[in-house]
Antibody, heavy 119, light 110 residues
Framework: QVQLVQSGAEVKKPGASVKVSCKAS????????IHWVRQAPGQGLEWMGI????????IYAQSFQGRVTVTGDTATTTVHMELSGLRSEDTAIYYC????????????WGQGTPVTVSS | QPAPAQPASVSGSPGQSITISCSGS?????????VSWYQQHPGKAPKLLIY???NRPSGISDRFSGSKSGNTASLTISGLQSEDESYFYC??????????FGTGTKVTVL
């Protein structure tokens, strides 16, 4: 059973950066991808980006280009998502999500990390 | 990438069937059969219900079914139950190699 455990809640000031981590465990297959999805209060889900474990390839949603960086540490099976230039609209719960490679769906979700941006 | 449109809310009585639409474009839903559906109860992480348009993961009730025609995918919930009251989101792979979530639908059981 795949498990994704995320780092704890963060409070940041506008203009700062936040780095959220996601430790993956329980994979019985080699290749998987980790996605990042966020949900602002009372709003829907928004896809942010993906990192492929097999080769470290990253793809980001256009709306986050230049502000988001996703990195992976294969030794610790931990993925990090860093979002810079924070503004109040970035206040949201950030989820890391598992996709078995080439499955094109999200089968396991982390518990979510609340990020609050406030002066 | 505009989000596929879903009705903001759908309601039904216990035992009834309801259908939630997910209207995308030729850049996402219309091109790929990589449409999946997720259920989210308030305060919880989303949960996979349907993948590849119409496939159910093990453990998901057969009351949930999916289909697609052209640029629109649909999720049908039959035999509506009180525990189905929650939010539902579609998502699709896109021609930009990204993913896009639908706008989300709140289901109310009357």
């Amino acid at each position: 059973q795949v498990q994704l455990v995320q780092s704890g809640a963060e409070v940041k000031k506008p203009g700062a950066s936040v780095k959220v981590s996601c430790k993956a465990s329980g994979h019985t297959y080699t290749n998987y991808n980790i996605h990042w999805v966020r949900q602002a209060p009372g709003q829907g889900l928004e896809w942010m980006g993906i990192i492929r474990r097999s080769d470290g390839l990253t793809i980001y949603a256009q709306s986050f280009q230049g502000r988001v960086t996703v990195t992976g540490d294969t030794a610790t099976t931990t993925v990090h998502m860093e979002l810079s230039g924070l503004r109040s609209e970035d206040t949201a719960i950030y989820y890391c999500v598992n996709e078995r490679d080439h499955s094109f769906y999200f089968d396991e979700w982390g518990q979510g990390t609340p990020v609050t941006v406030s002066s | 990438q505009p989000a596929p449109a879903q009705p903001a809310s759908v309601s039904g009585s216990p035992g009834q069937s309801i259908t939630i639409s997910c209207s995308g474009s030729s850049s996402d839903v219309g091109t790929y059969d990589f449409v999946s559906w997720y259920q989210q109860h308030p305060g919880k992480a989303p949960k996979l219900l349907i993948y590849a348009v119409s496939n159910r993961p093990s453990g998901i009730s057969d009351r949930f079914s999916g289909s697609k025609s052209g640029n629109t995918a649909s999720l049908t919930i039959s035999g509506l139950q009180s525990e189905d009251e929650s939010y539902f989101y579609c998502t699709s792979y896109t021609t930009s190699r990204t993913y896009v979530f639908g706008t989300g639908t709140k289901v109310t059981v009357l």
